[in-house]
Protein backbone atom coordinates (compact mmCIF):
# COMPACT_ATOMS: atom_id res chain seq x y z
CA UNK A 1 0.00 0.00 0.00
CA UNK A 2 1.14 3.15 -0.68
CA UNK A 3 2.45 5.40 1.92
CA UNK A 4 0.01 7.97 0.83
CA UNK A 5 -3.16 6.36 1.22
CA UNK A 6 -5.59 6.78 3.39
CA UNK A 7 -4.92 4.71 6.38
CA UNK A 8 -1.13 6.51 6.52
CA UNK A 9 -3.21 9.73 7.12
CA UNK A 10 -4.80 8.99 9.69
CA UNK A 11 -2.41 7.47 11.23
CA UNK A 12 -0.29 10.24 11.28
CA UNK A 13 -3.11 13.12 11.94
CA UNK A 14 -2.64 15.53 15.01
CA UNK A 15 -5.72 16.56 16.24
CA UNK A 16 -6.20 20.40 16.51
CA UNK A 17 -5.61 22.85 18.98
CA UNK A 18 -9.41 23.52 20.63
CA UNK A 19 -8.54 27.33 19.84
CA UNK A 20 -8.58 27.01 16.75
CA UNK A 21 -11.94 25.24 16.04
CA UNK A 22 -14.56 27.84 16.89
CA UNK A 23 -16.10 29.55 13.60
CA UNK A 24 -13.56 33.17 12.89
CA UNK A 25 -16.27 35.45 14.23
CA UNK A 26 -16.14 33.55 17.84
CA UNK A 27 -12.27 33.48 17.61
CA UNK A 28 -11.97 37.47 16.65
CA UNK A 29 -14.69 37.67 19.72
CA UNK A 30 -12.67 36.03 22.27
CA UNK A 31 -9.54 37.59 20.83
CA UNK A 32 -10.78 40.74 22.06
CA UNK A 33 -12.28 39.99 24.89
CA UNK A 34 -8.70 38.61 26.65
CA UNK A 35 -7.42 42.03 24.89
CA UNK A 36 -9.98 44.27 26.58
CA UNK A 37 -9.78 41.66 30.19
CA UNK A 38 -5.70 42.02 30.11
CA UNK A 39 -5.85 46.25 29.67
CA UNK A 40 -4.07 48.40 32.50
CA UNK A 41 -5.52 51.54 34.56
CA UNK A 42 -3.18 54.49 34.96
CA UNK A 43 -1.97 52.50 38.13
CA UNK A 44 -0.75 49.18 36.21
CA UNK A 45 -3.88 47.51 37.55
CA UNK A 46 -5.35 45.14 34.85
CA UNK A 47 -8.73 46.37 35.05
CA UNK A 48 -10.64 42.93 35.14
CA UNK A 49 -7.89 41.16 37.86
CA UNK A 50 -10.41 43.18 40.91
CA UNK A 51 -12.04 40.76 42.64
CA UNK A 52 -15.33 42.62 43.41
CA UNK A 53 -16.91 44.84 40.76
CA UNK A 54 -19.75 45.50 38.39
CA UNK A 55 -20.02 44.95 34.84
CA UNK A 56 -22.24 45.70 31.58
CA UNK A 57 -23.03 44.33 28.37
CA UNK A 58 -24.01 46.59 25.35
CA UNK A 59 -25.64 45.60 21.62
CA UNK A 60 -25.15 46.38 18.35
CA UNK A 61 -26.36 49.45 19.25
CA UNK A 62 -24.77 50.54 22.11
CA UNK A 63 -27.91 50.03 24.06
CA UNK A 64 -27.27 48.38 27.66
CA UNK A 65 -28.26 44.99 27.45
CA UNK A 66 -27.58 43.70 31.15
CA UNK A 67 -25.87 44.72 34.15
CA UNK A 68 -24.16 42.40 36.90
CA UNK A 69 -22.16 42.32 40.25
CA UNK A 70 -19.10 40.14 41.51
CA UNK A 71 -17.28 39.57 44.31
CA UNK A 72 -15.30 36.52 43.34
CA UNK A 73 -13.26 38.29 40.43
CA UNK A 74 -14.63 40.43 37.53
CA UNK A 75 -12.60 38.42 34.36
CA UNK A 76 -13.92 35.07 35.92
CA UNK A 77 -17.41 36.33 36.08
CA UNK A 78 -17.35 37.71 32.44
CA UNK A 79 -15.60 35.05 31.06
CA UNK A 80 -18.45 32.42 32.61
CA UNK A 81 -21.13 34.80 30.37
CA UNK A 82 -19.10 35.37 27.24
CA UNK A 83 -17.33 32.52 26.86
CA UNK A 84 -18.27 29.57 29.02
CA UNK A 85 -21.65 30.25 29.26
CA UNK A 86 -21.95 29.08 32.69
CA UNK A 87 -24.41 31.55 34.26
CA UNK A 88 -27.96 31.54 34.73
CA UNK A 89 -28.48 34.76 32.63
CA UNK A 90 -27.17 32.90 29.58
CA UNK A 91 -28.47 29.73 30.21
CA UNK A 92 -31.88 30.62 30.50
CA UNK A 93 -31.43 32.30 27.25
CA UNK A 94 -31.53 35.97 29.19
CA UNK A 95 -29.05 36.77 27.27
CA UNK A 96 -27.90 36.27 23.77
CA UNK A 97 -23.88 36.37 23.78
CA UNK A 98 -24.43 36.75 20.10
CA UNK A 99 -26.08 40.61 21.17
CA UNK A 100 -23.00 41.49 23.44
CA UNK A 101 -20.91 44.14 21.15
CA UNK A 102 -19.31 46.30 23.70
CA UNK A 103 -18.66 45.49 27.51
CA UNK A 104 -18.18 48.10 30.45
CA UNK A 105 -16.38 47.41 33.48
CA UNK A 106 -16.41 49.15 36.74
CA UNK A 107 -13.43 47.76 39.38
CA UNK A 108 -13.79 48.49 43.61
CA UNK A 109 -10.52 48.21 44.29
CA UNK A 110 -10.92 49.15 47.85
CA UNK A 111 -12.18 45.98 48.93
CA UNK A 112 -9.26 43.85 47.10
CA UNK A 113 -8.33 42.36 50.42
CA UNK A 114 -11.58 42.09 52.39
CA UNK A 115 -11.92 38.60 53.27
CA UNK A 116 -15.48 36.62 55.50
CA UNK A 117 -12.85 36.60 58.43
CA UNK A 118 -12.40 40.36 58.88
CA UNK A 119 -16.07 40.13 60.49
CA UNK A 120 -19.83 39.62 59.31
CA UNK A 121 -20.34 43.46 59.69
CA UNK A 122 -17.25 44.83 57.61
CA UNK A 123 -18.14 42.18 55.12
CA UNK A 124 -21.65 42.98 54.56
CA UNK A 125 -21.18 46.36 54.48
CA UNK A 126 -19.07 45.88 51.88
CA UNK A 127 -21.82 43.51 49.86
CA UNK A 128 -24.55 46.63 50.27
CA UNK A 129 -22.02 48.75 48.16
CA UNK A 130 -21.33 46.94 45.84
CA UNK A 131 -25.11 46.25 45.55
CA UNK A 132 -25.36 50.23 45.52
CA UNK A 133 -22.56 50.11 42.80
CA UNK A 134 -24.79 47.77 40.94
CA UNK A 135 -27.88 49.45 41.45
CA UNK A 136 -26.44 52.73 40.40
CA UNK A 137 -25.10 51.06 37.01
CA UNK A 138 -28.03 49.59 36.62
CA UNK A 139 -30.21 52.61 36.65
CA UNK A 140 -27.77 54.62 34.20
CA UNK A 141 -28.13 51.62 31.98
CA UNK A 142 -32.67 52.49 32.26
CA UNK A 143 -31.77 55.59 31.48
CA UNK A 144 -29.70 55.57 28.39
CA UNK A 145 -32.23 52.54 26.93
CA UNK A 146 -34.42 53.61 24.64
CA UNK A 147 -36.66 51.57 25.84
CA UNK A 148 -36.11 52.53 29.19
CA UNK A 149 -35.45 48.19 30.17
CA UNK A 150 -32.61 46.15 30.17
CA UNK A 151 -32.96 41.78 30.35
CA UNK A 152 -32.08 41.30 33.68
CA UNK A 153 -34.05 39.06 35.66
CA UNK A 154 -33.14 39.87 38.76
CA UNK A 155 -33.74 43.95 39.40
CA UNK A 156 -30.35 45.25 41.99
CA UNK A 157 -31.86 45.73 45.55
CA UNK A 158 -32.98 49.49 45.63
CA UNK A 159 -30.35 51.38 47.26
CA UNK A 160 -29.62 55.06 47.08
CA UNK A 161 -27.75 56.04 43.60
CA UNK A 162 -23.37 56.81 44.41
CA UNK A 163 -21.02 58.14 42.05
CA UNK A 164 -19.43 55.40 40.34
CA UNK A 165 -15.57 54.86 39.82
CA UNK A 166 -13.69 55.21 36.78
CA UNK A 167 -14.57 52.32 34.03
CA UNK A 168 -13.51 50.72 30.88
CA UNK A 169 -15.65 50.45 28.14
CA UNK A 170 -14.44 49.15 24.93
CA UNK A 171 -16.08 47.37 21.83
CA UNK A 172 -15.59 43.35 21.61
CA UNK A 173 -16.45 42.80 17.76
CA UNK A 174 -14.49 43.50 14.93
CA UNK A 175 -15.52 45.54 11.53
CA UNK A 176 -16.19 42.80 9.45
CA UNK A 177 -18.14 40.70 12.61
CA UNK A 178 -20.08 44.00 12.78
CA UNK A 179 -20.64 43.85 8.82
CA UNK A 180 -22.18 40.24 9.15
CA UNK A 181 -23.74 40.00 12.23
CA UNK A 182 -25.26 43.91 12.64
CA UNK A 183 -27.62 43.39 9.52
CA UNK A 184 -31.24 43.87 10.73
CA UNK A 185 -32.29 41.25 9.12
CA UNK A 186 -30.08 38.31 10.81
CA UNK A 187 -30.44 40.38 14.16
CA UNK A 188 -34.16 40.15 13.68
CA UNK A 189 -33.57 36.54 13.29
CA UNK A 190 -31.47 35.93 15.64
CA UNK A 191 -33.56 37.83 18.30
CA UNK A 192 -36.79 35.92 17.26
CA UNK A 193 -34.76 32.92 17.88
CA UNK A 194 -33.63 34.09 21.46
CA UNK A 195 -37.47 34.83 22.04
CA UNK A 196 -38.63 30.86 21.15
CA UNK A 197 -35.99 29.75 23.49
CA UNK A 198 -36.52 31.97 25.96
CA UNK A 199 -40.35 30.86 26.01
CA UNK A 200 -39.70 27.19 25.33
CA UNK A 201 -37.60 27.51 28.90
CA UNK A 202 -40.40 28.79 30.36
CA UNK A 203 -42.59 27.07 29.34
CA UNK A 204 -40.75 23.44 29.98
CA UNK A 205 -39.90 24.74 33.83
CA UNK A 206 -43.49 26.15 34.22
CA UNK A 207 -42.21 27.45 37.82
CA UNK A 208 -39.66 29.99 36.47
CA UNK A 209 -39.86 33.72 38.20
CA UNK A 210 -41.77 36.64 37.43
CA UNK A 211 -38.40 38.27 36.52
CA UNK A 212 -38.00 35.81 33.44
CA UNK A 213 -41.64 36.29 32.46
CA UNK A 214 -40.83 39.91 32.44
CA UNK A 215 -37.86 39.25 30.28
CA UNK A 216 -39.78 37.67 27.50
CA UNK A 217 -41.96 40.93 27.42
CA UNK A 218 -38.65 43.17 26.99
CA UNK A 219 -37.11 41.06 24.14
CA UNK A 220 -40.41 40.87 22.57
CA UNK A 221 -40.28 45.12 22.67
CA UNK A 222 -36.64 44.93 21.75
CA UNK A 223 -38.06 42.72 18.39
CA UNK A 224 -40.66 44.54 17.54
CA UNK A 225 -38.69 48.06 17.41
CA UNK A 226 -36.09 46.51 15.84
CA UNK A 227 -38.87 44.93 13.04
CA UNK A 228 -40.27 48.41 12.99
CA UNK A 229 -37.08 50.42 12.11
CA UNK A 230 -36.35 48.17 9.06
CA UNK A 231 -40.05 48.42 8.01
CA UNK A 232 -39.46 52.18 8.35
CA UNK A 233 -35.91 51.77 6.34
CA UNK A 234 -37.38 49.66 3.71
CA UNK A 235 -40.63 52.22 3.40
CA UNK A 236 -38.33 55.24 3.31
CA UNK A 237 -39.93 56.87 6.23
CA UNK A 238 -39.02 58.76 9.59
CA UNK A 239 -37.84 55.64 11.67
CA UNK A 240 -40.27 55.25 14.87
CA UNK A 241 -40.17 56.86 18.15
CA UNK A 242 -39.38 54.15 20.59
CA UNK A 243 -41.58 55.92 23.24
CA UNK A 244 -44.29 54.61 20.95
CA UNK A 245 -43.86 51.38 23.08
CA UNK A 246 -44.57 51.84 26.61
CA UNK A 247 -42.97 49.34 28.98
CA UNK A 248 -43.75 50.47 31.93
CA UNK A 249 -47.38 49.87 31.03
CA UNK A 250 -46.29 46.38 29.99
CA UNK A 251 -44.58 44.72 32.59
CA UNK A 252 -44.76 47.43 35.60
CA UNK A 253 -41.99 49.34 37.18
CA UNK A 254 -38.15 47.96 36.37
CA UNK A 255 -36.76 50.02 39.02
CA UNK A 256 -37.19 47.43 41.78
CA UNK A 257 -38.52 43.89 41.71
CA UNK A 258 -42.42 44.23 43.19
CA UNK A 259 -41.95 41.60 45.99
CA UNK A 260 -39.33 44.00 47.40
CA UNK A 261 -40.37 45.68 51.15
CA UNK A 262 -37.49 47.01 51.67
CA UNK A 263 -34.31 48.09 50.43
CA UNK A 264 -32.16 45.77 52.41
CA UNK A 265 -33.09 42.75 50.64
CA UNK A 266 -30.81 40.50 49.16
CA UNK A 267 -29.96 40.48 45.83
CA UNK A 268 -30.70 36.81 43.87
CA UNK A 269 -27.07 36.62 42.50
CA UNK A 270 -25.78 33.64 40.47
CA UNK A 271 -23.43 31.19 42.47
CA UNK A 272 -20.13 31.98 41.33
CA UNK A 273 -17.01 28.75 41.27
CA UNK A 274 -14.43 28.92 43.61
CA UNK A 275 -12.16 27.82 40.77
CA UNK A 276 -10.66 31.08 38.73
CA UNK A 277 -11.01 30.66 34.71
CA UNK A 278 -7.28 31.47 33.12
CA UNK A 279 -8.10 34.11 31.08
CA UNK A 280 -5.44 32.99 27.96
CA UNK A 281 -6.57 29.25 28.25
CA UNK A 282 -8.10 27.13 25.69
CA UNK A 283 -11.81 27.22 25.51
Do not use: C
Not at 231 to 245: N, R, T, Y
Amino acid sequence: MSSHGKSSLRSSAVAPRKSTLPADDVQSFRTALREVLSERDDHGRVWSAAKWGVYAFYDYDGEPIYVGQTKEKLSVRVQRHLTNQRTDAVAMRVLDVFEVAEIEIWPLWQYEDLKKSDGADQFRAAERDLNAHEYTAYLEAIDRSRHKAILNEKIPPVSEPIALPASLRRSLISEQTRRERGHPDIRIARRAETISRLAAVTRERGEVSEGLRRVLVVQAVRLAYLSAERLAFVEGHPIPDPAAIDVTALVGSVLHERSDDSPDNEPDVEPEDDAELDLFSEY
